[in-house]
């Protein structure tokens, strides 16, 4: 087996496995999980809006000259995505839309198949890249286990059938990191180009657009700590990686 096969398919189970964490955090410590998810979530949002500025987006720009534009695609993109599925979770009283059970499965697993597709295509570009990337989607794969537990139990769903779609959610990482092994291998410089592109775009929406107005919602003292330290992570990592 090629090591970038390996490294891959290694990384896209660890992340589905932090789904399956963020599940298990909801069903057994649920009050604990809610109250604190807010300490991932500022920490996961420093790691990945520096890995999308201070890597992906750097790579993307080297290689394809349209990079910058295709990012703004992908932004405006997702957010289309998100108004046509309902994806958030928000309290009684606290939004006008309120999530819908399956719909927020959809969309949470297209999420989890982006974000495995964004670890093969990290190591597709190289070997640091790709243990960056996969750093900012282990992160947030744990919030987002959480919220779609959440989801579900708030939606009446049983204890049992919400482990079931979490476990579908989690596993679609591991799947799109896998799946895209095979079909990204080789590939141009310039597709390569719009795939980091792309990565770099989906990184910056869910940094920017999902992660920090959470830290705003659930002011917490040491929130932006967090986000600080997350980004002081990226940067140790890439000096250990010789960036």
Same mark, same amino acid.
């Given at each position: 087996?090629?090591?970038?096969f390996i490294n891959t398919a290694t990384y896209g189970i660890l992340a589905g496995l932090a789904t399956i964490t963020?599940?298990?955090?909801?069903?057994?410590?649920?009050?604990?999980?809610?109250?604190? &998810?807010? !300490?991932? +979530?500022? %920490? &996961?949002?420093?790691?990945?809006?520096?890995? @999308?500025?201070?890597?992906?987006?750097?790579? @993307?720009?080297?290689?394809?000259?349209?990079?910058? %534009?295709?990012?703004? +695609?992908?932004? $405006?993109? !997702?957010?289309?995505?998100?108004?046509?599925?309902?994806?958030?979770?928000?309290?009684?009283?606290?939004?006008?839309?309120?999530? /819908?059970? $399956?719909?927020?499965? +959809?969309?949470?697993? %297209?999420?989890?198949?982006?974000?495995?597709?964004?670890?093969?295509? =990290?190591?597709?570009?190289?070997? *640091?890249?790709?243990?960056?990337? &996969?750093?900012?989607?282990?992160?947030?794969?744990?919030?987002?286990?959480?919220?779609?537990?959440?989801?579900?139990?708030?939606?009446?769903?049983?204890?049992?059938?919400?482990?079931?779609? #979490?476990?579908?959610?989690?596993?679609?990482?591991?799947?799109?990191?896998? #799946?895209?092994? !095979?079909?990204?291998?080789?590939?141009?410089?310039?597709?390569?180009?719009?795939?980091? @592109?792309?990565?770099?775009? *989906? !990184?910056?929406?869910?940094?920017? &657009?999902?992660?920090?107005?959470?830290?705003?919602?659930?002011?917490?003292?040491?929130? /932006?700590?967090?986000?600080?330290? =997350?980004?002081?992570?990226?940067?140790?990592? @890439?000096?250990?990686? #010789?960036?």
């Amino acid at each position: 087996m090629e090591p970038q096969f390996i490294n891959t398919a290694t990384y896209g189970i660890l992340a589905g496995l932090a789904t399956i964490t963020g599940i298990y955090m909801v069903l057994h410590r649920q009050r604990w999980a809610t109250e604190n &998810s807010v !300490f991932f +979530i500022s %920490f &996961s949002a420093g790691v990945i809006l520096t890995i @999308a500025f201070l890597h992906l987006l750097p790579e @993307a720009i080297d290689t394809n000259r349209n990079a910058l %534009f295709i990012v703004l +695609i992908t932004l $405006i993109s !997702f957010y289309i995505l998100e108004h046509m599925l309902v994806i958030h979770s928000c309290k009684e009283g606290e939004c006008e839309v309120h999530p /819908i059970g $399956i719909l927020a499965f +959809i969309g949470l697993c %297209f999420h989890s198949l982006l974000d495995g597709i964004v670890i093969g295509v =990290g190591f597709e570009a190289g070997f *640091s890249i790709g243990i960056v990337a &996969s750093m900012g989607v282990l992160l947030h794969e744990i919030p987002e286990g959480i919220t779609i537990t959440s989801i579900l139990l708030h939606a009446g769903y049983t204890r049992k059938r919400a482990v079931v779609f #979490g476990y579908i959610v989690g596993f679609a990482t591991p799947l799109g990191a896998m #799946g895209s092994y !095979f079909f990204i291998r080789d590939v141009t410089p310039e597709t390569l180009g719009i795939l980091l @592109a792309v990565a770099a775009g *989906s !990184f910056t929406y869910i940094g920017a &657009s999902d992660l920090l107005p959470e830290t705003h919602k659930n002011f917490r003292k040491g929130n /932006i700590l967090l986000v600080l330290s =997350g980004m002081i992570l990226v940067y140790i990592v @890439a000096l250990l990686l #010789g960036e």
